[in-house]
Every structure is written in C-alpha cells, then in structure tokens.
C-alpha cells in the first residue's frame, strides 16, 4: 500500500523530539538538506493541520512566490499584499551553515532564485527568530565599507557613514540590513571574508526564520563568491515528503557530482541574470506531446518569458495555455468519465482511486520523465487525489513556467554554470 503523499508531512509535524539523523554531520563539501516541515527542523507547524488546510496553506506560500518571481523578472520591487491569514513564504528546505570565530549554527533557507545571503542579526526588529547572529561575539565580523565594490552589487545601497547598508524586498516583506563580512562554514569548508547582509529590520511574513542561503549566480550569491572553491558548480537532491527520515544533501564543487546525467543549456536573462532559465520545448502526457501555443514555451528576455528551475517554490506552475493543455489531456487519460473536483487552485482531484499517466518535461538535449510520486499529492485517508500543478495565479501576470520542489523530488539537479548547463537525474534522495 502507498503511503499518502501528506500522511507522514502531518504525523511529524507532531513529533516530539528529534530523528536521530537530525545529529548527523554534514561531511567535505556536502550538506544534508532538510525539508522545512521535518522532524529536524525547528521550524514545523505547532499544530496538526488537516491535509485541506496543509495544501491550501502550500497554495498560498506558492502564490506569493510566483507574485515574487514575477516581480523579479519584470525588474519590479513590489511587495505584494498578503490576505488576511498570515503567509509563510520562506523557501521549503533548509541546510545547516555556520557563521563567525567562534561559530554560531544556523538553519538557512537554500533558494536559487536568490543571491545574496542574509541572516536576522542582534536587535533585530520584527525578526522572528530567537537565536540571531551575534555580531560582536565573532573575531572575524567586520562591516562592508561603502567605497567596496560589494556596496555597489546590492539592491538599494544606502550610506550611513561609511558603512553600506540596503533594502530589499523578500516575498511579502521588506527587509534593511547592513552589508558585512564574517568566515562562512559549509560543511567543513571555511570561507573567509564572506560577504552577506545582517538584518536590522523586516516588516511582513517571508523572511525566513533564520536566514537565506542565495544560490543564484550573481556576483554575491554562494557561486560567485566560491569560485575558486567551488568552480560555480552544485547540485542538490531534494527529499520527499513521503521519506521517514527527510534528509537530501546539497553537493558543492565538481567533485563527486554524477557522471551518467543528461544536461540542458541554461539560457542567461540579461534582466534577471540569476535565475536559471532553460528552454522547455514540449511537454508529454503518457505518450502523447500535448498541443501548446511556441509563445507559452518560449524563451523571451526582453519579457522574462520562459522556464526556470526554482528550489523555493512547492508544485509546478505553468502559463495558462501550457497548463490547459497538460490538464486536459492528463483528465482524458485518467479517464473522461470520472467526475473531477477540485480543491483550491488544484482543479483536477478526483475522489476514487486513479491510475495517471506520466508526465515528461522535454528540453533542449534532455527529457525529465515524472513518475507518479512527483505528479500527485493524495489526501491522509487516501480519498482525494489532484494533479499537483496548477496554472500561474490569476493575480499575478505571469509570463514565467516554474519547474518546482515537488517535481524535483528524487532527482539529482546538476547546476554547471561554467559550462552553461544543467543536468537531471533520477534519485533516491534521502
């Protein structure tokens, strides 16, 4: 019998305690990557949900992020307004890093659609976490003076002083920080002189509790700042929510990446340079390539149309047409005459038990195959199923396709900047 795809996600969100693999050391250049609702993970629901409450909730937090997306790709920095219940819109899984002499341990969000990193530091407002990054507790802290370079590559630089602080938003927030430096620790790998932004202030509810890890490949993300370390290359293999022990890792360096992958070209937007856009050609449901508008599909950087990979956001959304189209024909394979309902932005659930066809994201040079595990989410007692990808929401204008966490779930996702690719492949993750 399958276990539900929710089942485990709501038994531990009521765990008392820790898995014992919670203690578990991150070893070399690999980090262990816990998803966010696990038992190692501080930052799990208090309380049980139902699973109609935990999919509504996931919707919300991935309709904040696709306004976020957006917003970035159209060079907007508009915060947008969340609804009446508060939206937790931090990315869905974590890796343990640790900053400054002596160092001070803290559980960062791993998002790559992001660059620089940031962290709640000491007196911080409106921060949620009890435990910021003490500044004057670390022998290697230093302040980012406004005459570096550094002070130029951040958004909204400001100059008390001369010290560089900046602004940025974040989802739903607004967030100032100061721009500093201090030893980075992944892994075993000390990284000297890291430069990131300490958080003074934050308004709304996205800034993750404690701190962002930016995997983007802008000049201050992890990339470009470990070059000589890391060669601009990672992967990462991201846990189920099905798993019992809910561990990934994130790989950093060429070294020990796999060798058997397929690889696409990663397509640069000169407008947003960070996110990893590639071109998704065709989609196949079963066996059959579903009829999509070349405009739903295709790479435009002077919009920001096109496809990205992004770690932060929960189910696969795509533009109107592609997912019409996908939607369809995945109905008329299930079976025409079953009744569908829905279940949020989920409009295709069904209420009998299903067998679903698979579905194949075809790119340049690479086709990604998703079994049934990465296409549905099924309710605890097993009496609803839906489709688990949805069409862009309709409040936010979006020109993006966003291949999600849940979609990547077990694969290995190769990130080979020098060479301009990235790679999938299949894998037990955890």
Request: net charge positive; glycine share 6%; proline share 8%.
């Amino acid at each position: 019998m399958k276990t539900p795809l929710l089942l485990l996600f709501l038994l531990f969100s009521l765990a008392k305690g820790l898995d014992p693999k919670c203690d578990g050391q991150d070893h070399g250049s690999t980090l262990q990557v816990f998803h966010v609702f696990s038992p190692c993970s501080p930052f799990r629901p208090s309380k049980a949900m139902s699973w109609e409450e935990s999919v509504l909730q996931l919707q919300e937090k991935d309709q904040a992020r696709m306004q976020y997306l957006s917003n970035l790709v159209a060079g907007r920095s508009i915060v947008p307004i969340a609804s009446g219940r508060q939206i937790t819109q931090s990315p869905t899984y974590i890796v343990k890093a640790k900053i400054g002499t002596p160092s001070q341990t803290f559980l960062m969000a791993m998002d790559t659609s992001n660059d620089a990193a940031w962290v709640p530091c000491t007196g911080c407002v409106g921060c949620s976490t009890a435990t910021p990054f003490a500044p004057a507790k670390s022998k290697s802290f230093s302040q980012v003076r406004c005459a570096a370079p550094q002070c130029k590559q951040v958004p909204n630089p400001t100059c008390g002083g001369s010290a560089c602080a900046f602004n940025f938003t974040y989802g739903t927030s607004s967030v100032a920080a100061d721009l500093v430096q201090d030893t980075l620790t992944l892994a075993t790998d000390p990284i000297p002189a890291y430069t990131f932004g300490c958080i003074k202030k934050a308004t709304g509810s996205s800034v993750p509790p404690q701190g962002l890890l930016g995997l983007g490949r802008g000049p201050l993300s992890l990339l470009g700042q470990t070059q000589t370390i890391y060669q601009s290359t990672f992967s990462y293999c991201l846990p189920s929510f099905k798993t019992l022990n809910f561990t990934g890792s994130l790989r950093l360096g060429p070294v020990a990446q796999p060798k058997r992958i397929k690889f696409t070209p990663l397509l640069r937007n000169p407008r947003r340079s960070s996110l990893y856009y590639v071109n998704l050609v065709a989609i196949r449901v079963g066996r059959r390539i579903v009829d999509i508008p070349p405009p739903a599909l295709a790479f435009n950087p002077t919009t920001g149309a096109g496809t990205i990979f992004d770690s932060g956001t929960v189910f696969t959304r795509l533009v109107e047409p592609a997912y019409t189209a996908v939607r369809n024909e995945f109905r008329r394979r299930v079976g025409a005459k079953l009744t569908v309902t829905s279940l949020g932005g989920f409009d295709t659930c069904y209420t009998v038990p299903i067998v679903a066809p698979t579905i194949t994201f075809m790119f340049s040079g690479m086709n990604v195959t998703l079994p049934q595990d990465n296409i549905l989410i099924h309710s605890t007692a097993g009496s609803v199923t839906c489709l688990a990808m949805a069409a862009a929401p309709e409040n936010v204008n979006s020109v993006l396709n966003v291949i999600a966490n849940m979609q990547q779930q077990n694969h290995r996702v190769l990130y080979d900047v020098p060479n301009s690719r990235l790679g999938v492949a299949r894998q037990l993750c955890s």
